[in-house]
């Protein structure tokens, strides 16, 4: 990733916990072409998602763990990067826990990270610099 992301994710429904086989999934969402490819071309999945739209799930071309995804609302111009497969995933925690109603009991959410139950309004959460960017990528600005 070349630049900062738009916006991370702490996901916590159950096809994200059934999906990374944890408790939640953590992404950063950034625009496709701030992401350098280093290993090989990314083999690429369809695959079902909960909504019923799907996703693009990229898989490094060598030990095929799942890199970033696609889905359909946002397309192929933003990828959710599995921020636990970077070399310092420490550096991007989660700037919002969504589908809280479905986290694992035992999770403790951090005092000061906004939680939301189901999805939100990204409006009312994102920094205006990623929703400047975002109006960019849409072709709004």
């Known amino acids: 990733m070349r630049t900062a992301p738009l916006f991370v994710h702490c996901c916590h429904c159950r096809w994200c916990q059934r999906e990374s086989g944890a408790s939640f999934a953590l992404n950063a969402m950034i625009e496709a072409d701030r992401v350098d490819v280093l290993g090989g071309e990314p083999l690429v999945v369809d695959?079902?998602?909960?909504?019923?739209?799907?996703?693009?799930?990229?898989?490094?071309?060598?030990?095929?763990?799942?890199?970033?995804?696609?889905?359909?609302?946002?397309?192929?111009?933003?990828?959710?990067v599995r921020v636990g497969t970077l070399d310092d995933p420490d550096a991007l925690p989660p700037d919002i826990h969504i589908f809280t109603a479905s986290k694992q009991p035992w999770v403790q959410?951090?005092?000061?990270?906004?939680?939301?139950?189901?999805?939100?309004?990204?409006?009312?959460?994102?920094?205006?610099?990623?929703?400047?960017?975002?109006?960019?990528?849409?072709?709004?600005?």
């Open 47 to 80: 695959t079902p998602s909960e909504s019923g739209k799907g996703q693009r799930i990229a898989r490094c071309p060598r030990c095929h763990i799942a890199v970033w995804s696609n889905y359909a609302g946002a397309g192929p111009r933003v990828h959710f």
């Open 109 to 141: 959410l951090p005092a000061g990270v906004p939680a939301v139950p189901e999805y939100y309004d990204r409006r009312q959460y994102w920094p205006a610099e990623s929703l400047q960017r975002r109006d960019v990528l849409l072709g709004r600005a």
